[in-house]
């Protein structure tokens, strides 16, 4: 079935909203955080407990996917759905942030991105068409469409060649997107200029997509520009479709892009910081490798009530991470995950009952944003 979005409450004092994507897979209640599942596999976590913890979707990456086992391998094994062993959502990036990011070993044209694999050097091309090609046979229920994310600081030129890039593309996806369950989503871009940022939104916005992305911010602009661009951009965006804010995810950047009007989310920041022995917790970060936790009993949150905060202590976790046991790694993934996902619940009962402005303002690293 084709995607569908409907807003249920709205804030009284911001432009906050709750709401539900319906796919085919199931629906998704937003605002949501998708954790990252690169490979098709969140790290560190079975997808059966992710569905305990009460994600509804999580994010796997186009451009991994294709390279390796290719995006025809998955097909023939049922889609990534089965492949992967989650019957919930699925949304597919294109592929272009990675391809863009590999600057020294890809080549941009107005007809195609070439690059070389990170992975063996191999040459490659990928095209609007086949960037939708592959979402397609990988059977996601949110595709993205190919686009040119440019780096801060770009200069104007670049800047402009990219939202004209982008929306050349943008129109390319649409003319060949075959796929009617799910829903295929464009993606505004425009760098941290105003006024490439409404012509770009403008031309995206005009075109039928089922959602509508913020990319290109959290490239090494900064917080304060990020937030800038945001709280520019996301008013630019149909109130009636869902918005996406990609690749930007501590908890208090979303919660500032939430009282902005933005639904959708995904970050790797929950587990890669895990792997990292970073934990996010209540009472602020931790560093669960600090001497300081080496005969501490507590758990790593006495308010959280995660797998891992009922079983182990700072000193048990710090030993593991130390040891380099895989144990670390999953401990603290299923916590921050469990954290990820109660603060996006909290924010939803505070949109729900209007008071989101208060929990804003009482929310740790604010500033009473």
């Given at each position: 079935?084709?995607?569908?979005?409907?807003?249920?409450?709205?804030?009284?004092?911001?432009e906050?909203?709750?709401?539900?994507?319906?796919?085919?897979?199931?629906?998704?209640?937003t605002?949501?955080?998708?954790?990252?599942?690169?490979?098709?596999?969140?790290?560190?976590?079975?997808?059966?407990?992710?569905?305990?913890?009460?994600?509804?979707?999580?994010?796997?990456?186009?451009?991994?996917?294709?390279?390796?086992?290719g995006?025809?391998?998955?097909?023939?094994?049922g889609?990534?759905?089965?492949?992967?062993?989650?019957?919930?959502?699925?949304?597919?990036?294109?592929?272009?942030?990675?391809?863009?990011?590999l600057?020294?070993?890809?080549?941009?044209?107005?007809?195609?991105?070439?690059?070389?694999?990170?992975?063996?050097?191999?040459?490659?091309?990928?095209?609007?068409?086949?960037?939708?090609?592959?979402?397609?046979?990988?059977?996601?229920?949110?595709?993205?469409?190919?686009?040119?994310?440019?780096?801060?600081?770009?200069?104007?030129?670049?800047?402009e060649?990219?939202?004209?890039?982008?929306?050349?593309?943008?129109?390319?996806?649409?003319?060949?997107s075959?796929?009617?369950e799910?829903?295929?989503?464009?993606?505004?871009?425009?760098?941290?200029?105003?006024?490439?940022?409404?012509?770009?939104?403008?031309?995206?916005?005009?075109?039928?997509?089922?959602?509508?992305?913020?990319?290109?911010?959290s490239?090494?602009?900064?917080?304060?520009?990020?937030?800038?661009?945001?709280?520019?951009?996301?008013?630019?965006?149909?109130?009636?479709?869902?918005?996406?804010?990609?690749?930007?995810?501590?908890?208090?950047?979303?919660?500032?892009?939430?009282?902005?009007?933005?639904?959708?989310?995904?970050?790797?920041?929950?587990?890669?910081?895990?792997r990292?022995?970073?934990?996010?917790?209540?009472?602020?970060?931790?560093?669960?490798?600090?001497?300081?936790?080496?005969?501490?009993?507590?758990?790593?949150d006495?308010?959280?009530?995660?797998?891992?905060?009922?079983?182990?202590?700072?000193?048990?976790?710090?030993?593991?991470y130390?040891?380099?046991?895989?144990?670390?790694?999953?401990?603290?993934?299923?916590?921050?995950?469990?954290?990820?996902?109660?603060?996006?619940?909290?924010?939803?009962?505070?949109?729900?009952?209007?008071?989101?402005?208060?929990?804003?303002?009482?929310?740790?690293?604010s500033?009473?944003?």
């Amino acid at each position: 079935m084709p995607l569908r979005f409907r807003i249920e409450a709205k804030d009284r004092s911001t432009e906050a909203r709750t709401g539900v994507v319906s796919t085919e897979c199931g629906e998704i209640r937003t605002p949501a955080f998708l954790p990252v599942g690169t490979a098709a596999a969140v790290k560190g976590v079975w997808p059966s407990q992710l569905k305990e913890m009460g994600y509804e979707c999580i994010l796997a990456n186009t451009y991994h996917l294709y390279l390796r086992p290719g995006h025809e391998r998955i097909l023939r094994l049922g889609g990534v759905h089965r492949f992967m062993g989650w019957d919930r959502p699925v949304l597919t990036d294109s592929g272009g942030y990675q391809v863009f990011s590999l600057s020294a070993l890809r080549t941009v044209s107005d007809g195609e991105v070439t690059f070389r694999s990170h992975i063996d050097g191999s040459r490659h091309v990928l095209s609007p068409e086949l960037a939708v090609e592959i979402q397609e046979a990988l059977g996601s229920d949110i595709r993205m469409v190919l686009d040119e994310c440019v780096e801060y600081p770009a200069g104007r030129r670049e800047v402009e060649e990219s939202v004209r890039r982008t929306t050349a593309w943008a129109r390319r996806s649409l003319a060949v997107s075959r796929r009617e369950e799910g829903g295929l989503f464009g993606i505004v871009q425009g760098g941290m200029d105003h006024g490439l940022r409404r012509r770009s939104a403008e031309e995206i916005c005009a075109l039928p997509f089922s959602g509508y992305a913020i990319g290109g911010v959290s490239v090494g602009e900064g917080k304060d520009l990020l937030r800038e661009t945001v709280e520019f951009t996301a008013p630019l965006l149909p109130v009636e479709k869902p918005r996406y804010l990609m690749g930007v995810g501590t908890p208090e950047d979303i919660l500032f892009a939430v009282a902005r009007g933005v639904d959708l989310f995904d970050c790797v920041l929950p587990t890669r910081n895990a792997r990292n022995g970073m934990l996010f917790t209540s009472a602020g970060p931790m560093s669960i490798k600090q001497a300081r936790h080496a005969d501490d009993s507590l758990p790593p949150d006495e308010e959280c009530e995660c797998l891992t905060c009922r079983t182990f202590s700072r000193a048990y976790l710090r030993h593991l991470y130390l040891q380099k046991e895989i144990l670390s790694s999953m401990a603290l993934t299923v916590h921050n995950l469990h954290y990820y996902r109660r603060w996006m619940e909290r924010i939803r009962e505070a949109i729900s009952v209007g008071n989101l402005e208060h929990f804003v303002k009482e929310s740790p690293g604010s500033s009473g944003e």
